[in-house]
């Protein structure tokens, strides 16, 4: 149970949270929709910034919470813009490295709880990686509590100086056990894919370099001998997906690119088994 939460369920005052966005990435603005509908649900105020894109993309405002506009730049005019809505919260939560970095200027000389969620982290070299060390430090030592979404990632604050850094895990949503959505059963989805005699396997991740897509096509290339053949469906977008589809193609893969999907806990239910073919990440990302 989030701090938040936690301090609504014993029937104290209403509280606001401020959850700041970076870039707005697939996995981060789905997890804060996510989030942010349950907190409104226990009575708590929130209030989302993050690019305008983001909630048209992800309706934050769709599930009760109030959407602000924060460019993604870390300038003196978007984080004053962000100190102005971050004055009466009683938490601010920030999402990955960036967001995080300018809550801590937002935030600067005030006793506010800053929450800091890493979801993932980029794999740098040089002097970009000096950099990010150094704002992983910033951002950390300021945090009242760092979450990160793998052990990997707790490992990385304690040793840039965190107070208190917890795994937080954060999973796709899904339906709950034996939930069907009643106008499309798990049954006429997987008709709709086409494996309705053929074990359904998925993957829900950006078609983005290093998320591991290679591995998978391999590995569809060598089950192409099973029988049934098993048919692997990808849920998400990105600048891969015409090399993707081209070798699916050329080699005959059993495998269909499906683009960004809005029923990923639908295409979870009805498969047989979900795929997360990237070692270090901690759930799929769409």
């Known amino acids: 149970m989030s701090p938040v939460s936690s301090h609504v369920s014993h029937g104290q005052s209403t509280l606001r949270t401020v959850q700041v966005l970076g870039g707005g990435s697939a996995g981060s603005s789905a997890h804060v929709r996510s989030l942010a509908a ?10 989302v910034c993050a690019p305008a894109e983001a909630d048209r993309a992800y309706s934050f405002t769709g599930v009760g919470a109030q959407h602000v506009h924060v460019p993604r730049s870390s300038d003196p005019v978007s984080v004053a813009a962000l100190r102005t809505v971050c004055a009466d919260a009683d938490l601010v939560h920030a999402h990955g490295l960036h967001a995080s970095f300018r809550a801590v200027l937002a935030l600067s000389g005030r006793s506010t709880p800053l929450v800091v969620t890493w979801h993932n982290h980029a794999h740098t070299e040089g002097a970009r990686a000096h950099l990010m060390r150094l704002l992983e430090r910033r951002v950390v030592r300021a945090a009242t509590v760092v979450l990160g979404t793998t052990s990997e990632l ?117 498969a047989d088994l979900a795929l997360l073919p990237r070692s270090w990440e901690a759930r799929s990302v769409l």
């Open 38 to 47: 349950g907190l409104v649900a226990r009575g708590v105020r929130v209030t």
């Open 154 to 270: 707790v490992d990385r604050a304690r040793g840039r100086g965190a107070r208190d850094a917890r795994l937080a895990a954060v999973a796709v949503p899904r339906p709950a056990a034996g939930y069907e959505h009643p106008d499309r059963p798990s049954s006429k989805v997987r008709a709709e894919l086409g494996a309705t005699d053929r074990p359904l396997l998925i993957a829900v991740a950006s078609l983005d370099p290093g998320r591991g897509h290679e591995l998978l096509l391999d590995a569809a290339r060598a089950w192409r001998l099973l029988e049934p053949v098993p048919l692997l469906v990808v849920a998400g977008e990105g600048p891969l997906r015409a090399e993707f589809q081209r070798r699916i193609e050329d080699e005959e893969l059993p495998v269909r690119l499906l683009g960004r999907r809005d029923d990923v806990g639908e295409l979870l239910a009805a």
